[in-house]
């Protein structure tokens, strides 16, 4: 049996950060899992420009609510779905990722939390468990599933070389360079059919 994980921002919806980004005006949210490899750094780095200027998590849910999935990835989906099972496995958080799952047809997720205060401000993450990718794609191989995952991030290399095939989505030029073993898949259309052809296998 086949089963399907996916990343979540950058395969299936544009980067939430960097629409804050756009929304707030400090640059300092532009920088993602695709440019800086150590989770914890940037996230702490997050939660300083946050106190810096005041952002609660009213404004998360602002833009998340304002937000379209990436083009072409609900028709991918669908079509993912109707062939094999399907999980998202990301590192956002689940206090302003409801308005997408909803415009994607509310596809199974698992991701962290935040830690949030009586006024709205973002304490601190909280990591549902840590390298959770990786663990959830080695305790469905021990379900029996042969397990096929695709991501575009620093954060998504754990998952793709632990699984059966990993598919790297647009990944940035440095990523390629350090992994030049993982296939490549540069739209949504590549993707499915590079996934349909390991479902074959």
């Known amino acids: 049996m086949n089963i399907v994980c996916l990343d979540f921002e950058g395969v299936l919806i544009p980067e939430i950060w960097k629409v804050v980004a756009d929304k707030t005006g400090e640059e300092g949210f532009r920088k993602t899992t695709r440019d800086e490899p150590n989770y914890d750094t940037l996230m702490s780095a997050r939660l300083k420009l946050m106190d810096k200027h005041g952002i609660t998590i009213q404004l998360f849910q ?34 302003f990722v409801q308005p997408l799952l909803k415009k994607l047809d ?7 939390s935040l830690q949030i205060d009586g006024t709205g401000r973002i ?8 390298d959770q990718k990786r663990k959830a794609v080695h305790a469905f191989q021990k379900l029996n599933y042969r397990v096929i995952a695709a991501g575009d991030s620093y954060n998504d290399i754990t998952m793709l070389e632990s699984a059966d095939h990993g598919i790297l989505y647009c990944p940035p030029d440095s990523l390629l360079q350090e992994k030049p073993n993982l296939p490549v898949a540069y739209d949504h259309d590549d993707l499915l059919a590079q996934i349909a052809k390991q479902l074959e296998a």
């Open 62 to 95: 602002d833009v998340v609510e304002e937000m379209e999935p990436l083009e072409g990835a609900r028709e991918f989906l669908d079509k993912l779905r109707s062939m094999t099972q399907v999980i998202i496995l990301s590192d956002t958080y689940e206090q």
């Open 106 to 112: 509310w596809p199974t997720i698992f991701c962290h």
């Open 123 to 130: 304490e601190n993450y909280c990591f549902r468990l840590e």
